[in-house]
Structure formats: C-alpha cells, structure tokens
C-alpha cells in the first residue's frame, strides 16, 4: 500500500499568516491526491482534488500543488475559520490511503 | 440537495455483529461508486471498503478484508456495510463518501466530494 507522510503533525499560526503543508508518497501517484479539511466532531470536508484543483465553494486561499511523490497545501492568509486538521488522500490505486493528519491551532 | 445519512451505529460485544447504512439523496446514487471511511477516537482517517456504482466490483482495506461486506441497493439509493468478527479496534466513526466520479462496472478511483455525518460503532464488552 502507498504510504503518505504528511509534515508537520501539527503547526500553531495567527490569523493571517501563510501556511503550508507537505504530503509525500512512499511512491508515485502522479497528480491522483485530495486534501481534506476536518473540524472537531465534523465529517471531512474536500477542499482540493486532482493535486491542483479548488472543489466549488472552496475559498481560493486555498491551494494545493505537485506531483509524483511531493504534494503541498497552502493557505494563503489563515482565516479563524480554518483552524482544524487537514488530511491529504491518494487515489492512484487501491487501497485507498490517507496521510496521518495535520493539526492548524491558534497562536 | 445532495446528502448522504448514516445509520446503525452501536454497542455491540467482540466477536458480534452489525449492519450500518447510508441512505443516499439528492444524486443518481446507482451512476457513483461509494466507500466507508473510518476514523477511531482521536485518530485519523482510514479508508475501509468501496464497491461500483452496480455493486459487481469491491475492495476491502486489508484489517477488514474476509470480515466486513459492503454492498448497495441502488433501488433503495442506500449503502450497507455488513460488520462480523467485529474487534475492539474495530470500535470508529464511521462514515460513508460519495466518489467524485462516475462508475459502474468497475470502482472509480477519484477524491470523496460528499460525507455522511458518521456512525458511531463501540465493539466492546
């Protein structure tokens, strides 16, 4: 199974700040990733698909980028609403793996 | 407006039995392959089983593999996920997810635009 290791488990900003988040693959996915943002007692929310690409609705502070085995995701200006977990997903083969999570807390 | 509710969460013993479901709406839920998705207390997310939009093709996460079931009732729009042997690191939330991308014979790999609110399954005795 392809291994995702997401980088750093948990990271404190402030409002406004510029945050970024690292995802790597044991292995090639090519531009098969997603990025979910999950808040405490809430289902996963997907904010980015295909590595790149911004799922409706979502605010375009939002940005993910790579391809291979070296994956980020950005949030231009952290919002107070942003606080919470992020998960990256593969979805290049079978089975289905996700990253161990990263922790967005208030500084 | 698309939704997806879960249901048939519980207290069950190791080694019992459940049933969950995912009754599905605002979507042609026979044209999308689903998945459950499971995430125990405090810890991340871990992909569990995903069937095709005609329910001919499965795959199973390998620590659920010859003891869970999905399957789906595209006449009913619903999900199921049969739990047997059930362990106590069995015991998540258990949520359902709509893949993004249309599929029937075969199980679509895509992202999981839409999530059921989560089940909660406690195995112990």
């Known amino acids: 199974a392809i291994q995702l290791t997401q980088s750093p488990s948990s990271l404190s900003a402030s409002v406004g700040d510029r945050v970024t988040i690292t995802c790597r693959a044991s292995q090639g996915i090519s531009s098969a990733l997603a990025w979910y943002q999950q808040k405490p007692g809430k289902a996963p929310k997907l904010l980015i698909y295909?590595?790149?690409s911004l799922e409706s609705g979502v605010p375009s502070r939002f940005s993910g980028s790579g391809s291979g085995t070296d994956f980020t995701l950005t949030i231009s200006s952290l919002q107070p609403e942003d606080f919470a977990t992020y998960y990256c997903?593969?979805?290049?083969?079978?089975?289905?793996?996700f990253g161990g999570g990263t922790k967005v807390e208030i500084k | 407006e698309v939704q997806l509710v879960e249901s048939g969460g519980g207290l069950v013993q190791p080694g019992g039995s459940l049933r969950l479901s995912c009754a599905a709406s605002g979507f042609t839920f026979s044209s999308y392959a689903m998945s459950w998705v499971r995430q125990a207390p405090g810890k991340g997310l871990e992909w569990v089983s995903a069937?095709?939009?005609?329910?001919?093709?499965?795959y199973y996460a390998d620590s659920v593999k010859g003891r869970f079931t999905i399957s789906r009732d595209n006449s009913k729009n619903t999900l199921y996920l049969q739990m047997n042997s059930l362990r106590a690191e069995d015991t998540a939330v258990y949520y359902c997810?709509?893949?993004?991308?249309?599929?029937?014979?075969?199980?679509?790999?895509?992202?999981?635009?839409?999530w059921g609110q989560g089940t909660m399954v406690t195995v112990s005795s």
């Open positions: 997903q593969q979805f290049n083969n079978y089975p289905l793996t």
């Open positions: 295909d590595a790149s």
């Open positions: 997810a709509k893949i993004s991308s249309t599929s029937w014979q075969e199980v679509s790999d895509d992202a999981f635009d839409i």
């Open positions: 069937i095709s939009g005609s329910g001919g093709s499965t």
